[in-house]
Each structure stands twice: as C-alpha cells, then as structure tokens.
C-alpha cells in the first residue's frame, strides 16, 4: 500500500506570494491533518478534515486554509506568505477519526520564503 | 494554551545503554504517543497510549501514561545505531479530534 504523498517535496517562494501544497491519503484513508514544523516553535496542528469537512483548526492566521476532496485528496494553501511562513508541512491521514486511530504522516513539503 | 515539556533536549549515549525520557503537560490529555523522526521524513508512531497507568512496549520500546495524566515517558533499552533520530511525545486532550500537542522532541545520538 503507497504511503502519505505530498507535493510538491521542495519550494521557495518570494514574501508576498501565495502557495497551495498538496497531500494524497493512503488508499481508503478519509482523515487528513495538517502540521507546520519549525525549529523554533516544533510541529504544530494547523487543521484536519474528514469527508470534506473542516473538523478542527489550530492557532493559525486566516492566510492559513485548507480542504478536502472527494477522493479524500487535500490542499492547503497560504496566502501572503511571510518570511516566518518557511517550514516543513506535514500531513498526516488515517481511516476515520476515532482517537484510537493511528496517523500516517507524509514525508513533508518544505517551504523556504525568501 | 496547551503545552508539552519534553526533557531532555537532547542525550549522547554508548551503543548497549538504556535511554529515558519523558514529557509533562499543564493540563490532562486522554491520549499520549511518542514518535520517531528521521532526516527527511515525517514522523512514524511509536507508541500510543489510551489509558492512565497504561504501560505499554513494542519492542526495545516502552511508555507508560502518567496516573496524573499529565506525563509519559518513554525508555529505550539496549539502543543500537539506527535508534539515532528525534524522539517526540505528542497529547491529545480528547475534545479537538486529531488536534495533536507534540513536545519539542529528544535529538538522541548513539555512538557505536
């Protein structure tokens, strides 16, 4: 079974510009999270969907959003990004959303704003 | 807000030799997991937790969830090379979903 796939692996944008990064569940998986890594502030819950909706958001500005497909894809996107906006992104995806459920993360997205 | 105060930052150890670690939380969460991170990878689960008191092993592996709930920790036994990588406890409160706190992470090197 394909793990979590993120894309794209590497990015460098100009402060100001807008950015959308995309994550591909494990086949039959319908929850995806998203996390922000950094070195300064760790990995923090950016947002999680389950069957298209918005379940749960973290501490992020409103340039932080998100959404899921029908075939359980999701993307995030940020707009006017800021220098502090460089990190890992990660996604993570597990069948349902029950607390016992194991997540899968992805191998990250990282961002670097210049 | 929530936090996780994972110590130690970060540990040298001999290749043979036990490792402890271990997290507090300023509140109670309902589950505890620590992860694995290796360079270039995302975090895999190690461990999860469910109940208070819960000692639970996989392996070389094993994590207790604190009587409190506000603490775990995890201890690795006779470490080996591949053990390198960044240990992270993570909590959940029980009222967010997935909204997951994770500790700052233990960088562990282990020489040969």
């Known amino acids: 079974k394909a793990g979590v796939t993120q894309t794209p692996r590497y990015l460098i944008k100009t402060r100001g510009q807008q950015v959308t990064l995309s994550c591909s569940p494990i086949s039959g998986h319908r929850s995806v999270s998203w996390y922000q890594q950094t070195p300064g502030q760790g990995l923090q819950f950016l947002f999680e969907y389950f069957s298209e909706t918005q379940r749960n958001k973290g501490n992020f500005p409103g340039r932080f959003s998100g959404r899921q497909f029908s075939n359980s894809r999701s993307e995030m996107n940020v707009s006017t990004l800021e220098l502090g906006d460089s990190a890992l992104y990660l996604c993570?995806?597990?069948?349902?959303?029950?607390?016992?459920?194991?997540?899968?993360f992805g191998p990250g997205t990282r961002l670097l704003v210049l | 807000g929530q936090q996780l105060n994972q110590s130690p930052q970060s540990m040298f150890i001999q290749e043979g030799e036990d490792v402890s670690m271990n997290c507090t939380s300023s509140s109670i969460f309902n589950t505890w997991l620590w992860y694995k991170q290796d360079p270039g990878e995302g975090p895999v689960l190690l461990i999860a937790l469910y109940k208070a008191g819960e000692l639970t092993s996989n392996g070389r592996l094993t994590a207790q969830f604190g009587i409190t709930r506000k603490d775990s920790f995890l201890n690795i036994s006779a470490s080996i090379p591949s053990d390198v990588g960044i240990y992270f406890c993570?909590?959940?409160?029980?009222?967010?979903?997935?909204?997951?706190?994770f500790g700052a992470g233990t960088r562990l090197f282990v020489k040969a």
């Open positions: 993570a995806s597990s069948w349902g959303h029950e607390d016992m459920e194991t997540q899968y």
């Open positions: 993570a909590g959940r409160d029980g009222t967010g979903g997935f909204k997951t706190i």
